[in-house]
């Protein structure tokens, strides 16, 4: 039997491959980083969804998608600018796990960015009559009843705009794990770029 050598010039090598793949999922909807879970805070108890990763940022490496102002996941957001971003894999066997610090980007520049390369049929969402999440008597596709079988005008659509937040994820810690069958590899990258092995 032979084991395999891992060193941390290795690990380097997959950190920016994993960085690779984050870049080119933002505008593939089928690739398995296009959307992640992410967790957060609702009074000492972690919730998760999943979001659409919209943009990636490297060096110092971040992470960015849109939500609902008025979602409870914004509302969290806001109260306590931490959560956890979650990225499988399953071909590859590689998940990602990041710990983030939040800023959040509501009506300005950068937010009117991400709001102008946001598809019309996407903005249906943020032109909600119902708040997400709320309870409702009856069942409702809280999108504009006008706007079911079309897309909302440029002008229609910029009424969504009030609801619209752009989310930014400050990676402080990023998680990596290969799953082998002759041992995983796992290790940390700090956000002072200290990279250290981890058991699996």
């Known amino acids: 039997m032979v084991l395999k050598k891992i060193n941390k010039s290795d690990i380097l090598k997959i950190y920016k491959r994993e960085q690779d793949y984050l870049l080119k999922a933002i505008k593939k909807a089928k690739d398995p980083y296009h959307i992640f879970s992410l967790s957060t805070i609702n009074n000492h108890h972690p919730e998760s969804r999943i979001v659409v990763l919209r943009n990636v940022q490297i060096n110092p490496l971040k992470l960015y998608f849109n939500s609902d102002i008025r979602s409870p996941k914004s509302i969290q957001l806001k109260k306590d600018r931490v959560c956890s971003a ?43 009559p119902f708040n997400p999440s709320s309870r409702i008597e009856s069942w409702h596709p809280n999108i504009p009843i006008d706007c079911i079988d079309r897309d909302p005008t440029l002008d229609e659509s910029n009424l969504g705009y009030n609801n619209f937040m752009h989310i930014e994820l400050n990676i402080i810690k990023a998680d990596i794990l290969e799953l082998h069958y002759d041992g995983h590899v796992r290790f940390e990258v700090l956000e002072n770029n200290e990279i250290n092995f981890l058991s699996a």
Do not use: P
């Open 86 to 128: 979650l990225f499988y894999d399953q071909i590859r066997r590689v998940q990602l796990r990041f710990k983030c610090e939040v800023n959040i980007h509501y009506d300005n520049d950068i937010s009117k960015i991400a709001w102008n390369k946001t598809a019309l049929q996407s903005r249906k969402c943020y032109m909600a």
